[in-house]
């Protein structure tokens, strides 16, 4: 099923912690006994530098956690003391990271924002220490340098990086519904002016090395080294190390300047970025995108504004009050606590709780090199896994091996990877027509039309030909899988895996055990859709599975609302000043009408009246006319190459007229509309949970926000419940329920939450 493009800013949750940088300032001097007790940082002097060595021994990347900073606090200040240390340096003992942030539970164990505050300030305290160092401390960084991490950094007297791929310095607390709380928002404008911060604090996007220097965020930089008597990673560290001795040495003995001459055109953009009115005009051109982007459902961009604005307007000292202040003020809020649920979520979806498989899957077939088939050879083939792309004709071949080339050349475009390294993984991809050398395969995943005989007719042709542990896999949307398995010689090996488009860009992968898949089968699917970088939820067999389920009855009243008279323009605009990140005529257009039109049908006849709403056949007659959507150039609204802005599809609304009904006043505001949409989804979604369908409501609000884009500020269904309360939400389907019948009938499990206020889908 099709999803939704515009969740970018959240797919990076899982792949780093979070900088909240919390502890207390630093205040007493280490003893010999606390500096053998020492895990997590320890130094040692050469010559006259201090090397201290970060390294947390219980995680794969560096916190500031509450031991590491106490260390952190005892080491500098024994460096301080000792007379024989002339300059520092800060380097991370562990591969691919500096430091990654900060662990997010010491913001959720407080208990108000006056306690978050506190945190934010001792932090500041403990930065301003490191910045005003009478030693010059020189960061060196080789890996993701990020949060609270690049605070630490910034603090710095002087930064050296690797140009190593996993060098990136960003700051991601935007994501979570923060801002940088440990001086960020004051000391980044200065270093890389107002535009590139606000670029860095509002998107959270990752900074190479590269650019970082090109920004002014990194002095210098460093190349890795490769393989020699040890590995990559671990010379180029060594190199690192004595690069930024080196440097240390120098600028301590004021060989090196620790502030290089500004160029020319640098020192332009200084001198028109002091004028009143065009900083003035910098923060209304900022605010004005940021509320068309977020619609102001987002608290914390528009404060990162006012903290940046009253730093440079007021001064430092009011600049750090307005930080610690909004700093606590936003984890108290619903949106962060949202966000935060989420990325709690994404950490739990990346893990395989079914266990290690008994065999990787080294070779992996798809059958179908349509948009879907393509996509997951897409992102296979680049993890070093043997992908064999079959279609039944030429054509459709080699416009699916030519997706694949072309998704890897536009990396090769943007320098993320070269085209040796292109060429080397296209050499893992082979396209044929029939099912030779199928008889290696591990798994082969299914992305043919969404056709029960076809799907019967292909995992015969596959049973025949592959080893008898080869798994079969079914990218359907909607048809339980069980009723696929019923033409499989060993059911216990089929699976569902259902993957959402564009594939490269969407995270989640649901997949689809029935009562006969055996756990060693979805081990090895959540092996295959880890390894290609999913999140994953597994939900139980059923027609539609969770995310089909959830969104059926949402796009049958978004056809509702058509037919009552709101255009496609008024429906998207109403679901996004929600949050949604897309709309839902948008939404419609990106599933495809005749997608949409089949799973109404389907789900209809499994469901019965419950299911219903708009009337099915006014996306039949789209089909008909050729209206199926962006893929034909014409659905909702009209899609013409090279255009962005698309206009509404004029031929729909004779259409609309045939089957016009009459909205009842009494259901038909805006915010009604927007709850009859909503309280579809979300009934749908508790049902799901109420038949077991769902697991638990972690994995309920994951896919419904990561496949289906339910806004990502409410959390997901059941933490939009919790919020909300259900007794609200109960009070507001009766009163739709009045008018529109059972298709708002709450579910059992919801009115049970609705009539015990003590009830909660999450703690």
């Known amino acids: 099923m099709a999803g939704v493009r515009a969740l970018g800013v959240l797919s990076k949750l899982t792949s780093r912690k979070y900088a909240l940088l919390t502890g207390s300032s630093l205040r007493t001097f280490s003893v010999a006994s606390t500096m053998l007790a020492r895990t997590h940082v320890n130094y040692e002097v050469k010559g006259d530098v201090a090397v201290v060595r970060i390294n947390d021994p219980n995680s794969k990347v560096n916190t500031l956690s509450v031991q590491m900073q106490k260390e952190m606090e005892e080491v500098m200040n024994e460096v301080w003391a000792n007379n024989s240390v002339q300059s520092a340096v800060l380097i991370s003992s562990k591969p691919g990271c500096f430091i990654a942030g900060a662990d997010i539970n010491m913001i959720q164990a407080c208990n108000s924002s006056e306690e978050v505050t506190k945190l934010s300030q001792e932090g500041q305290k403990m930065f301003e220490k490191v910045a005003n160092s009478p030693k010059p401390i020189i960061a060196a960084i080789n890996g993701s340098c990020l949060g609270g991490g690049l605070e630490f950094a910034i603090a710095c007297q002087y930064r050296i990086a690797t140009k190593s791929k996993k060098t990136v310095l960003g700051t991601p607390e935007v994501m979570l519904g923060l801002l940088p709380g440990a001086g960020g928002t004051q000391r980044l404008p200065k270093m890389v002016g107002l535009p590139s911060a606000f670029d860095m604090m509002l998107t959270g996007r990752n900074i190479r090395a590269d650019k970082a220097k090109k920004m002014g965020l990194v002095d210098q930089l460093v190349d890795p080294l490769g393989p020699g008597l040890k590995i990559p990673e671990e010379r180029t560290i060594d190199y690192l190390e004595e690069v930024a ?14 502030h290089k001459e500004k160029a020319m055109m640098q020192k332009i953009q200084d001198y028109i970025m002091s004028f009143e009115f065009v900083q003035s005009q910098i923060y209304k051109t900022v605010k004005g995108k940021v509320m068309k982007q977020s619609k102001g459902l987002y608290p914390a961009p528009l404060k990162i504004i006012e903290c940046v604005k009253t730093g440079v307007q007021q001064g430092p000292v009011a600049g750090y009050a307005a930080e610690s202040h909004n700093f606590g003020q936003l984890a108290r809020t619903p949106e962060s606590g949202a966000l935060i649920g989420l990325y709690h979520g994404q950490v739990v979806c990346k893990k395989n709780r079914f266990g290690t498989p008994q065999r990787e899957v080294k070779t992996l077939g798809i059958l179908g090199a349509g948009l879907m088939g393509a996509g997951i050879a897409q992102v296979t083939v680049d993890k070093g896994v043997n992908t064999i792309l079959k279609d039944t004709t030429e054509a459709g071949l080699a416009r699916g091996l030519q997706q694949v080339y072309k998704g890897l050349n536009d990396k090769t475009k943007k320098r993320s990877i070269t085209s040796f390294e292109r060429d080397s993984i296209l050499s893992n991809l082979t396209g044929q027509l029939d099912y030779s050398t199928f008889e290696n395969a591990d798994m082969v995943i299914e992305a043919v039309f969404e056709d029960i005989n ?26 339980p899988i069980k009723d696929i398995a019923a033409a499989s010689k060993r059911p216990d090996k089929v699976i569902g895996m259902h993957y959402f488009s564009p594939v490269d860009k969407m995270q989640l992968l649901e997949i689809i055990t029935t009562d006969k898949t055996s756990k060693d089968t979805t081990a090895s699917a959540v092996a295959v859709g880890l390894k290609q970088g999913k999140v994953i939820i597994v939900v139980g067999d059923g027609p539609g599975f969770y995310t089909t389920r959830c969104l059926a009855p949402m796009l049958a009243e978004a056809v509702r ?20 990140p897309v709309g839902a005529a948008t939404l419609i257009d990106e599933v495809g009408i005749d997608v949409a039109a089949h799973v109404a049908e389907d789900l209809g006849k499994a469901f019965g009246s419950r299911f219903g709403g708009g009337n099915v056949e006014v996306l039949k007659t789209m089909v008909d006319l050729g209206f199926k959507g962006r893929k034909s150039g014409k659905g909702c609204y009209l899609y013409l190459p090279g255009l962005k802005l698309k206009n509404v599809n004029p ?42 369908i769902l697991n638990n409501p972690l994995e309920g609000d994951i896919g419904a926000v990561f496949g289906l884009g339910f806004p990502p500020c409410l959390g997901g269904p059941f933490r939009f419940v919790d919020s909300f309360g259900a007794d609200k939400l109960v009070e507001k389907m009766r009163r739709f329920e009045a008018v529109y019948g059972n298709h708002f009938t709450p579910c059992q499990l919801l009115l049970d939450h609705a009539n015990d206020p003590s009830k909660k889908f999450h703690k």
């Open 245 to 258: 001795i080196e440097y240390a040495k120098g600028i301590a003995s004021r060989k090196i300047p620790l």
């Open 454 to 479: 076809i799907k019967h007719a292909v995992i015969k042709e596959v049973e025949a030909v592959v080893p008898p542990h080869c798994i079969f896999a079914s990218n359907t949307s909607a048809l």
């Open 651 to 692: 031929e729909i609304e004779d259409i609309l007229k045939k089957y016009r009904l009459t909205p009842n006043p009494a259901v038909s505001s805006d915010s009604d509309v927007q709850y009859r949409l909503i309280t579809r989804f979300v009934n749908e979604a508790v049902l799901c949970l109420q038949e077991g």
């Open 561 to 580: 609302i058509f037919q009552e008279g709101a255009d496609p323009k008024k429906l998207d605009a109403l679901t996004t000043s929600f949050g949604f």
